[in-house]
């Protein structure tokens, strides 16, 4: 490929040479040194530009397309030589030159064009200008000089016999179809795809719009030359040097465009160093700032999910619809991570492994990290759901006791007292004692049942709520109680959480603190249910010592709050639990 | 089912006419509606979802048919839930645990005296609502004696049952009683509905 692109280089320069001279010797006064020398640079520079871009990416199509270009366009100029094999064969290929220029642009930066529109475009281009090229030279009619050459050369091989001005008349047309209406549509697509990019792909595409001055100035100055018959000296020349200053610059712009991606590169030996001192979860800024990507998003893979998660642990899909690319990051064949990133970043393949290897450590702790978090948030919402389920089946236990066997038991203690009565009359005294006794019994028994039922979940918790359950709770309580709850109610979880928090701190008071009064407060501060139990007994209760405190400790954790137990002998004791309540 | 014909039977042996049983609200309605009943006993709990279906029921029947007593029977008492059915309008009304039954005189007591318009709180309410501690009320000035001669009114006894319930003389259980009138501050009226204010302002403190 070395030898290849040296060669080029060799026939670039001997080329350039042919085509001066060929200027300077056949053109007489439509050209001049400078300007010959102009056009050879301006062809030499595309030459140039397509051999760096190719030495430094091969793979990519870009720079044998430009190297293509500059080559074309010298061997454009040689259609102004005097022998008649080169003019004929070079006037019908030479104007294909453009079109490789114009595929060269269109390709940029990935090599290949992937619009559908601009490929038709670059077709239509090459078809039409070669159809054009042929049939000018077929009805070339000698008497009468082609336009932009040498008056006094008369020899087209393909000549077939005069046809008066046809020759001239085609010349018109095909400046109009090429620099008219085609031209038009190359600057339509242009500026469409500067248009249409992603900010980070339109930092890229300078270029493009270097491309449609270029054209378009080419356009102007082929257009004047054509149809204005005599036009002035100096509008000629300002024209002629625009539109080769804009050709001239179209190579330095496509292959600064293209060599952008590894200044980019760059930036990895930044990225190392600031890997050095980044938390896992904040891995997707450096790579954002690395690839220069503002909307890349880190995703880890999660097998046992067979989804992926971002940095916080958060189950994230992965985009679908085309609208971004991603890349998928492997170490020894293991997924390591998901970068989901602008598509124009799929045009540097090797700067994304470049990060990705350059990251790999960071990525796997980061990964590591978002699994983590992952399973404990998997654990959390466990932990709530055993808590919900537990609340339900209590709830369901409640009712089913006062339905069922209290519902029974009251019904039998009836009967019992029936037969009783019917017994008073007196048969047998012994009988009805024991019937007595068994009614009490069973008056007991219907009690207790109640409190149970109570203590497992207040049937008012569920229908009123929990201040109404607290009133209740209060009022039930040996003790004075002053009882403060907002009205309102909350998600069946929080509210049972809460009315236990309060009822198994008020059992406590009642059976260790030996206080004269308590306080219940509840309240919503700052998206959080807070519940405040306070009394002025003798202190020393404490979560951890395997009490109902701890149990209920738990609970609130379950819910992603926390219980505090504030205690000073003698002084009191204080629990607080703060329930995360949405709202 | 098995605590309605209970019921229905403690009814009749007490002496009363019990002129239509209804299996859930509806058929409670159309029932009140046809027999013009002196009183309608009540569950809470009705089908369908067994929660507070009856009381919806009752506090309908207090609505449209002001001249019909009620005594509803729950299986828990609250004292929120008693003060919502009785609203303002304590005459005629009772609220008491399904579980009284069993001590059928008092039972019939309390049924006879709400159908003639008087009223009967479950004492487990009152206990609650002596439970409330509330600073402000002109309940705190009341002796623990005169309490528990006021939470016996509310329960619907009759000055001799307070007698015989605390065993003291009637006069003394009429002098408490005046004090009580005197404390809520109650103008001077006829003794039942001074005793029905009473019961009211005890309620409500």
Known sequence: MRILRLALLAAGAFLGYAAYRVQVDNLGSFTSPARASAIVIGAWLF????????????????????????????????????????????????????????????AYPSGRITDRWERRLVATGYSVTLVFT????????????????????????????????????????????????????????????????????RRLLAPLLVAAIAVGLRAIFESVFTFVERPSVILYDYLFWWQIGAFIALPLALLAGFLRARLARANLGELILELERTQPHEIGNVLRKALRDPTLDVLFPLPEREGFVDATGQAVELPTDGSRAVTHLKHDDEPLAALVHDRSLLDEPKLIDAAGAAARLALENARLHAETRAQLDEVRQSRTRIVTTADEE?????????????????????????????????????????????????????????????????????????????????????????????????AAPIEATAYFVACEALANIVKHAHASGASIRVQRRNGMLVVEVEDDGVGGAAAENGSGLSGLGDRVEALGGRLRVESRPAGGTRIVGEIPCAS | MLFREGLVRVLADGGLDVVAQAGDASALHHAVLRERPDIAIVDVRMPPTQTNEGTRAALQIRERHPEVALLVLSQIVEAKHALELFSDRPEGFGYLLKDRVIEIDDFLDSVRRVARGGTAIDPEVISQLFGRRRTSSPLEELTPREREVLSLMAEGRSNRGICDKLVLSPKTVESHVNSIFAKLRLAPAPDDHRRVLAVLAFLRA
């Not at chain 1, 030589?81 to 104007?95: C, I, K, M, P, W």
């Not at chain 1, 020899?155 to 095909?174: H, N, P, R, T």
């Not at chain 1, 004692?433 to 109640?450: I, K, S």
């Open chain 1, 47 to 106: 030459l140039l530009a397509g051999l760096i871009a190719w030495g430094r990416r091969p793979s990519n199509r870009l720079g044998p397309l430009l190297a293509t270009a500059g080559i074309a366009l010298l061997l454009r100029q040689l259609r102004y030589s005097h022998d008649a094999a080169l003019f004929t064969v070079f006037f019908v290929v030479g104007e294909l030159s453009y079109w490789v220029v114009a595929h060269a642009v269109f």
């Open chain 1, 134 to 201: 042929t049939a000018i030279l077929v009805v070339y009619n000698p008497a009468k000089p082609l336009r932009f050459f040498d008056p006094t050369f008369r020899k087209s091989l393909l000549a077939v016999g005069g046809f008066g001005d046809a020759a001239i008349s085609l010349q018109k047309v095909f400046v109009v179809v090429v620099w008219g209406f085609l031209a038009t549509s190359a600057i339509a697509l242009l500026i469409r795809r500067l248009v249409t990019a992603s900010p980070r792909a």
């Open chain 1, 394 to 490: 209590r709830r369901r236990i409640e009712r089913d006791i006062h339905d069922g066997a209290q519902q029974r038991l009251v019904a039998l203690a009836l009967q019992l007292r029936l037969a009783q009565r019917r017994l008073r009359d007196g048969t047998d005294p012994e009988i009805e004692r024991l019937l007595a006794a068994t009614v009490d019994e069973l008056q007991f028994a219907v009690d207790e049942l109640r409190e149970l039922a109570r203590g497992v979940h207040p049937a008012i918790l569920t229908e009123d709520g929990l201040a109404a359950a607290l009133e209740s709770l209060v009022s039930r309580t040996p003790l004075p109680v002053e009882l403060e709850a907002e009205e309102g109610r909350l």
